[in-house]
């Protein structure tokens, strides 16, 4: 079924985005101001709607970073500006791998711990997200906003809204859970968007039961209203990965605007 097609059959549209499959690149990529492409990402039609970027959904462990050790040990400083990854495969600050074993590094006499916790490496993440999409439909001529969780919804224009999984050992989709145990090398992620002027259609529900389990996220069922397509980004996300996806999302939009100007117009 094409886009197109979707568009006109569903209240509720989905931005068809292809797997991104690159090379990693260094975390501080993330936000890079490399502009996507223009063929990308052309020119959006004059009188285009205001579009809002939500937050992607994930879930977050309720933990604090470790204590450091009050005993000094000997162990080389790490360098300044390196950056490790969390298990979960969320870019956090720190001493990277390579510069030694985490517990020695933490281990300096001081009363903070450099590690973030995972509601900061979550923010991380999801900040990265939305800026690169908000960047790229900038740059294609939308009056892109960030659209912070919990913030009410706008009456009117668009809204691209998605949320963050991992499958489990039965293969079924689990919104991702940061600081939790991760079951698979890649992300999926899951990406709509609405007509604000219409009713609130969520792009997944949370299935029943939603299978509880303390390493993961709850199951979740993309619902009807928004056959998405899914793809996968890697845990440890670099820059040009996230400026492809919002490349494509911005042009994926731009067609959307084009082809449906009358319906989707403020």
Same mark, same amino acid.
């Given at each position: 079924?094409?886009?197109?097609?979707?568009?006109?059959?569903?209240?509720?549209?989905?931005?068809?985005?292809?797997?991104?499959?690159?090379?990693? +690149?260094?975390?501080? &990529?993330? !936000?890079? $101001?490399?502009?996507?492409?223009?063929?990308?990402?052309?020119?959006?039609?004059?009188?285009?709607?205001?579009?809002?970027?939500?937050?992607?959904?994930?879930?977050?462990?309720?933990?604090?970073?470790?204590?450091?050790?009050?005993?000094?040990?000997?162990?080389?400083?790490?360098?300044?500006?390196?950056?490790?990854?969390?298990?979960?495969?969320?870019?956090?600050?720190?001493?990277?791998?390579?510069?030694? $074993?985490?517990?020695?590094?933490?281990? &300096?006499?001081?009363?903070?711990?450099?590690?973030?916790?995972?509601?900061?490496?979550?923010?991380?993440?999801?900040?990265?997200?939305?800026?690169?999409?908000?960047?790229?439909?900038? +740059?294609?001529?939308?009056?892109?906003?960030?659209?912070?969780?919990?913030?009410?919804?706008?009456?009117?224009?668009?809204?691209?809204? %998605?949320?963050?999984? &991992?499958?489990?050992?039965?293969?079924?989709?689990?919104?991702?859970?940061?600081?939790?145990?991760?079951?698979? %090398? !890649?992300?999926?992620?899951?990406?709509?968007?609405?007509?604000?002027? !219409?009713? &609130?259609?969520?792009?997944?529900?949370?299935?029943?039961?939603?299978?509880?389990?303390?390493?993961?996220?709850?199951?979740?069922?993309?619902?009807?209203?928004?056959?998405?397509?899914?793809?996968?980004?890697?845990?440890?996300?670099?820059?040009?990965?996230? +400026?492809?996806?919002?490349?494509?999302?911005?042009?994926?939009?731009?067609?959307?605007?084009?082809?449906?100007?009358?319906?989707?117009?403020?």
């Amino acid at each position: 079924m094409t886009f197109l097609r979707l568009l006109v059959l569903l209240p509720l549209v989905t931005l068809p985005v292809a797997t991104q499959s690159t090379a990693q +690149q260094p975390s501080a &990529e993330l !936000n890079s $101001p490399q502009p996507p492409s223009a063929a990308t990402a052309p020119a959006a039609p004059a009188g285009a709607p205001i579009v809002y970027v939500s937050d992607f959904d994930l879930d977050v462990v309720q933990r604090k970073p470790a204590p450091k050790p009050l005993a000094t040990r000997t162990s080389q400083p790490s360098k300044p500006g390196i950056t490790s990854r969390s298990p979960s495969g969320v870019p956090r600050k720190g001493p990277s791998p390579a510069s030694g $074993p985490a517990t020695s590094q933490s281990a &300096e006499p001081t009363d903070t711990s450099d590690e973030d916790t995972p509601a900061d490496q979550a923010n991380t993440l999801v900040k990265a997200v939305s800026e690169n999409i908000i960047r790229a439909l900038t +740059q294609a001529g939308f009056d892109a906003r960030r659209l912070p969780g919990g913030a009410p919804l706008p009456q009117q224009g668009v809204r691209i809204s %998605g949320v963050f999984a &991992e499958a489990d050992e039965q293969n079924r989709a689990r919104r991702l859970l940061v600081g939790g145990e991760p079951v698979g %090398g !890649n992300l999926i992620l899951y990406v709509g968007v609405n007509n604000l002027k !219409n009713p &609130e259609q969520r792009l997944y529900e949370l299935a029943s039961p939603p299978a509880p389990d303390p390493r993961h996220g709850p199951v979740i069922t993309v619902t009807s209203y928004a056959p998405a397509e899914r793809f996968e980004v890697s845990r440890d996300p670099s820059g040009e990965e996230l +400026q492809k996806i919002a490349a494509q999302i911005a042009a994926d939009l731009n067609a959307l605007v084009s082809a449906n100007h009358l319906t989707l117009a403020q």
